[in-house]
C-alpha cells in the first residue's frame, strides 16, 4: 500500500473533502494534513500549482482535484473499470468543477458585484447544472450517477448540494438544490447517511492551537477573513450560519463580538 499524505483546507467541504471520504470510505490510510487559513499563505508556494488539493503518494506529488479523485478512487474501488461507466463519472465530477469555478470566481468580488454575479449564477448556469446533473442521476436509475453503486462521483456531487444549502455562500438561495433537483438532495441525504462517508471535523491540533470567535459579518468569505487572523485567534463569519457552525462543533464556545464591522486583528 502506498504512503499517502493528502494537503488541503483544514475544513470538511470543498474540493478535497470527496478524496478524503473516499480513503476514509475504503480503509485506505493516509496522511490527512489539513491547513489552517492561516497558514495557507506561507505554503502556498510549495504546492505545485499554488493551489490545494495536493496528494503525495511515496514521495511523487499529485495535484487537481480530479486527478486526485479518481486516483484515489480506484485505489479505493469508488471508480468503475468500465470506460462508459468512467466517463459517466467524471462527467459529474467535471459538471460539479464548473459550478465551482464559477463560485470560486466571486469570493474576492466587492459586494456589489459578487451580489449581481451570484444572483445571475442562481438564476442561470447553478438551476442548469442541478436539472442537468439530476437528471443524469435519474436517467442511470435515481440511486447512484454511475455503475449502479456509490462512486467517486456521488461524493463530488454531494459535497456540491452541502455547500449550496449550507448558507455559507451569501446571494445564493439555500432552497435552491431543493427547488430545482430534489432529487439530488435525496440524493446527497442518502450518501451522508452512510456512517463512513459522514464528514469529518476540523483536526485536534487545529483546534487545540486557536481560540474561535464568532463575529457577525455580512459576508461569508471566510477563507479572506481567516488569511487575515493572526494564528491563535479564529474570526468566523456567523450569518450565514449552518457551516460555520457545523464547523464549529465540539471545537470551543463560539464568542460573539460586539462590533459588527470587519476586522481580525483587534478582535479580543
Ligand atoms: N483546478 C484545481 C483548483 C484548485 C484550487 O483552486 N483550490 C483552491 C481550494 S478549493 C485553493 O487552493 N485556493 C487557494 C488559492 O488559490 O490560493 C483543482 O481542481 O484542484
Keep these: 500500500m502506498s504512503d499517502l499524505k ?3 483546507f483544514d ?22 494534513d489539513r491547513v489552517a487559513f ?22 511523487k506529488v499529485l495535484a487537481q482535484s480530479n486527478a486526485i479523485n479518481r486516483y484515489v478512487a480506484k485505489l479505493t474501488g469508488l471508480y468503475p473499470s468500465d470506460f462508459w461507466q468512467a466517463a459517466l463519472c467524471d462527467e459529474a465530477m467535471d459538471a460539479v468543477e464548473d459550478v465551482t469555478n464559477e463560485i470560486v470566481r466571486t469570493m474576492f468580488m466587492p459586494d456589489e458585484e459578487k451580489k449581481a454575479r451570484r444572483e445571475a449564477l442562481a438564476e ?28 467517486i462521483a456521488d461524493l463530488k ?22 427547488r430545482v433537483a430534489p432529487e439530488l438532495v435525496d440524493h446527497f441525504q442518502r450518501v451522508m447517511k452512510d456512517p463512513p462517508s459522514r464528514p469529518t471535523t476540523p483536526s485536534a491540533a487545529w483546534r487545540s492551537d486557536r481560540q474561535v470567535y464568532g463575529k457577525v459579518l455580512g459576508a ?23 457551516e460555520t457552525l457545523s464547523l464549529l462543533e465540539g471545537l470551543c464556545p463560539v464568542r460573539l463580538c460586539a462590533r459588527q464591522s470587519c476586522c481580525s486583528r483587534s478582535c479580543p
Design 124 to 151: 442561470g448556469m447553478i438551476p442548469l447544472y442541478l436539472k442537468r446533473l439530476g437528471q443524469n442521476l435519474t436517467a442511470h436509475g435515481g440511486r447512484y450517477f454511475a455503475d449502479d453503486r456509490l462512486t
Design 6 to 8: 493528502l494537503t488541503y
Design 38 to 59: 492561516a497558514d495557507w499563505p506561507e505554503r502556498k508556494g510549495s504546492m505545485p500549482f499554488g493551489a490545494m488539493p495536493v496528494l503525495v503518494a511515496d514521495g
Design 157 to 178: 456531487v454531494a459535497m456540491l448540494i452541502r455547500q449550496l444549502r449550507s448558507g455559507i455562500l451569501d446571494h445564493l438561495p439555500t432552497d435552491l438544490p431543493d
Design 220 to 242: 461569508t468569505d471566510s477563507a479572506r477573513v481567516l488569511s487575515q487572523c493572526p494564528r491563535s485567534v479564529v474570526v468566523v463569519c456567523l450569518t450565514s450560519a449552518v
Design 11 to 32: 475544513f470538511h467541504g470543498g474540493r478535497g473533502e470527496p478524496a478524503r471520504l473516499a480513503l476514509s470510505m475504503g480503509g485506505v490510510p493516509f496522511e490527512d
